[in-house]
């Protein structure tokens, strides 16, 4: 398993070009400013630093060599249901990050797409909120205010 972030998005509500545009100037600024703090992000297979994608289709990235995992992804259309999910109204994705340093981009970059897209995405964790704590670091820092949580915050038992 691993540790992983959940995104789904409505296949009939989340193709607004405008949310994809706001969602793609912020990921960047996201990134950007993660990497000022010494996160290095790379291309979608964890190996080019500086070269994530961010086109006007697809924004994706990854960690770098053993600081990363598996590649965080988000499309301006949303993808094809595959035959096992059709039916669904909400297209399913994930990232299992390993919590490597890049998880403060995909946690920032998740509470961002909430923002961005609202009802039309859901948005769930492995981690508690405690955990996304680097994440609502870097998005406090990028946009000037604390992002909502995207999912119901349940408390770390001890």
């Not at 994930?94 to 897209?117: G, M, N, R, S």
């Amino acid at each position: 398993m691993g540790y992983t972030h959940y995104y789904s998005r409505k296949i009939d509500g989340s193709n607004s070009p405008e949310a994809y545009t706001r969602f793609r100037a912020g990921a960047e600024r996201l990134i950007v400013e993660a990497h000022a703090t010494g996160i290095t992000i790379g291309d979608g297979f964890g190996k080019r630093p500086g070269y994530w994608e961010n086109t006007d289709s697809r924004v994706a990235f990854n960690g770098v060599g053993d600081d990363a995992h598996e590649t965080f992804g988000w499309d301006q259309i949303c993808g094809m249901q595959p035959d096992w999910r059709k039916g669904e109204a909400m297209y399913f994705d994930f990232c299992k990050t390993a919590q490597k340093p890049y998880d403060a981009v995909v946690t920032a970059c998740l509470l961002w797409l909430a923002e961005c897209y609202g009802d039309a995405v859901e948005i769930s964790s492995d981690g508690y909120w405690s955990e996304w704590q680097a994440g609502r670091d870097l998005f406090r820092t990028v946009f000037g205010y604390d992002a909502k949580p995207p999912f119901v915050v349940e408390e770390m038992s001890v």
